[in-house]
């Protein structure tokens, strides 16, 4: 099946986004599609919302996870957002875990869940895993939809590698040398990915993304990671032709295929 027919059938990629304010979401999903422009918001019938009515309800406290994010520059992905649950609230904790759940078993293919980026700062403020990432590892069964985990705001480990150069008696120049590579080799045994190998339902994957608010900033690891984790054909397909920021991965799948 070509991809013209499998748009038709399933029609657009559908990401649930999980993570803590200010987490760095947005800014990765303007990477992932092309542009700085704020995502148009519909509501579950397809009607487009206010931005200001939006902002008016986050400000009650209102937040509704089945609004859909639509971007001009790459309409082909709907974003859904959950809303933060870092102290592990368990109002939203059920929300989440309820969409996940009616999502993931959706009769209808376009009104499917595909993937859940699952996002993570690395900033000093927010290193730890906060109760609400606990529960959702520990409680939250996402069936055949994967999850990415996606470290952001990874250049902040930059700054602690340094500083450990420096400790160790590297020159200022030296030590800003090394301080990405050092951050980079140290990562896989901290504690962040141990405590993702130790819970019930561990993400089918991870990513590490740095510097995403620059204007050069790439991406294309998350695409990749995540069109890994799809056990379907046609899905992977869809992610694959939808996506316009890693042009090798496409040219590598339709050399595959």
Sequence with gaps: MDTSEIREKIGRFRILVVGRANAGKTTILQRVCNTRDNPEIYNSAGEKIDLAVIAASRERGLHDIENEMVFRSNPGFIFHDSRGFESGGESEFIKVKTFIADRSKEGKITNRLHAIWYCIPMDEAHRSFTAGEQKFFSQCDTGSVPVIVVF??????????????????????????????????????????????????????????????????????????????????????????????????????????
Aim: charged share 30%; with cysteine.
């Design 152 to 257: 952001t705001k990874f250049d902040a480990l930059y700054d602690v590698a340094y500083s450990q150069l420096r400790r160790e008696g590297k020159s200022l120049k030296d030590a800003r040398e090394l301080a990405q590579k050092r951050a980079e080799e140290t990562f896989p045994d901290g504690p962040q990915l141990k405590f993702l190998k130790g819970v019930r339902w561990p993400p089918k994957g991870h990513v590490c993304l740095p510097n995403m608010n620059e204007d050069n900033a790439d991406c294309g690891a998350l695409i990749e990671r995540t069109a890994g984790t799809l056990n379907d054909e046609m899905l992977e397909q869809l992610f694959v032709s939808t996506q316009q920021t890693n042009l090798e991965i496409c040219m590598r799948f339709a050399i595959e295929r």
